[in-house]
């Protein structure tokens, strides 16, 4: 079940109230999206499927084309996520590390709607929760950029949940920042945020770790849901060099969406690498299996058996499982 903003926000504090977070993929192919649905349905948990701008413009989606990217990654998504086999997994699709000078045009689109053609229906598919890569703006224009999204939002009549990042790879936010970043848009625009991601000792990629300040964590939860008047969940990004117990710590302290790429993208690379080599032999001309070798299915299958497992493991880390059709049920009810 492919989730609405509004759906969206009641996802997160759902995740607040009952102890746990959600694994935010930042898937990079269609069999990457494929495994994690299907871990999630076999978890009984909920997911984010994100993506960043390199996604939407790579070659198995945009094609250069970051709104073309996102209506083909969307399309895809709704169809699976609202297929039979899926239905019961609540999927959020959300935008991560959009930069440069289109952001604001990729992710007004990601609010207001894409249109795509499906099955001879002409549907408008937006984005289930929005973030923008902030690294590379002053405090000012990242205030300036997240209330214009939220007039997008507020100039049409539609529902808009986001996540506003501090300087997530800088250390430790200090908690002025939560007042004067998160604050300022909350006083203008009350209601679209619903995660905030400051820094808490992380750092994107495949480093050493030893940084991470559950405290940190605690702290900012507690202050942003001050302000809001409304729990605020952290959004915890550079997740991929923590252990199960620091990211047990991190959802016991207020994280409630675990960013999770880096580590990701090497298990399935390492993966793939394995199966060339140990059927490498087989890619030749005349060999009985070279096609059964060759088709993609081949090396996307044997990649999922590497993958699913490291996925639970993680749903299982930050306790999502068992809570999917638990959260259905919940705002069905």
Known sequence: ?????????????????????????????????????????QCDSPVIIETSLWQLTGHSFGQGDAILGMARYLADLAVLADSDRYQNVPVVYHTDHIKGPDTLTILRAAIQGIHVLIAGQRLSLSASSISLDSSDLSAEENIAYMRALCEAA??????????????????ITELEETRSLFGAVEELHPGYLALWAPGVGTQHGLGPGGGFDPSAVEH???LASEIA??????????????????????????VSKVNWSS????????????????????????????????????????????????????????????HGRQFINSIKS
């Open 263 to 322: 580590e990701s993208l090497l298990i399935r690379s390492q993966a793939a690498q394995r199966y060339y080599q140990e059927h490498g032999g087989r890619l030749t001309k005349g060999h009985p299996n070279f096609k059964v070798t060759a088709m993609d299915n081949g090396v996307q299958a044997f990649v999922s058996e590497a993958y699913l497992p490291a996925v639970c493991g993680r749903m299982e880390s930050q306790g999502s499982v068992g």
């Open 220 to 222: 900012h939860q507690k």
């Open 1 to 41: 079940m492919l989730l609405t903003p509004s759906q969206t926000r009641c996802l997160f504090q759902h995740a607040l109230k009952h102890h746990y977070a959600v694994l935010a993929v930042n898937a990079d192919s269609h069999a990457a999206i494929i495994d994690c649905l299907e871990v999630a349905k």
């Open 154 to 171: 507020k100039t049409t009549n539609l529902s808009a949940t986001l996540e506003m990042e501090a300087g997530v790879d800088d250390g």
């Open 229 to 254: 008047q409304r729990p605020i969940g952290i959004a915890l990004h550079g997740s991929s060099g923590l252990t199960t117990l620091e990211l047990q710590s991190a959802v016991k302290a207020g």
